[in-house]
Nanobody
Framework: QVQLAESGGGLVQAGGSLRLSCAAS????????MGWFRQAPGKEREFVAR????????YYADSVKGRFTISRDNAKNTVYLQMNSLKPEDTAVYYC????????????WGQGTQVTVSS
């Protein structure tokens, strides 16, 4: 079973950039659809982006489209979230997630990494 560990969070000014990484253990990383979610204080966890097994298919929440880019490196068992033009409303704990199939529920989660965007 794959285990996930996020890194790369921190404090950044509005308009700045951060790149989150999610390292996966195990030898079956390429068989998982990978995604990013976030949860702001007092709010429910929300979907941010997902990427297919080979990386050829991506999908984004409207709130981040054009600013965030999800990518993966199957040789390094890592998925990334490049976040540009950050806004204070992007402040949240960001979670990496994995699932076997495109249309099924997310079954694996990381512990999260805090992203804080100051105005």
């Amino acid at each position: 079973q794959v285990q996930l560990a996020e890194s790369g969070g921190g404090l950044v000014q509005a308009g700045g950039s951060l790149r989150l990484s999610c390292a996966a253990s195990g030898r079956t990383f390429s068989s998982y659809v990978m995604g990013w979610f976030r949860q702001a204080p007092g709010k429910e966890r929300e979907f941010v982006a997902r990427i297919s097994w080979s990386g050829g298919n991506t999908y984004y929440a409207d709130s981040v489209k054009g600013r965030f880019t999800i990518s993966r490196d199957n040789a390094k068992n890592t998925v990334y979230l490049q976040m540009n033009s950050l806004k204070p409303e992007d402040t949240a704990v960001y979670y990496c997630a994995a699932k076997r199939d495109w249309g099924t529920s997310w079954s694996l989660w990381g512990q999260g990494t805090q992203v804080t965007v100051s105005s």
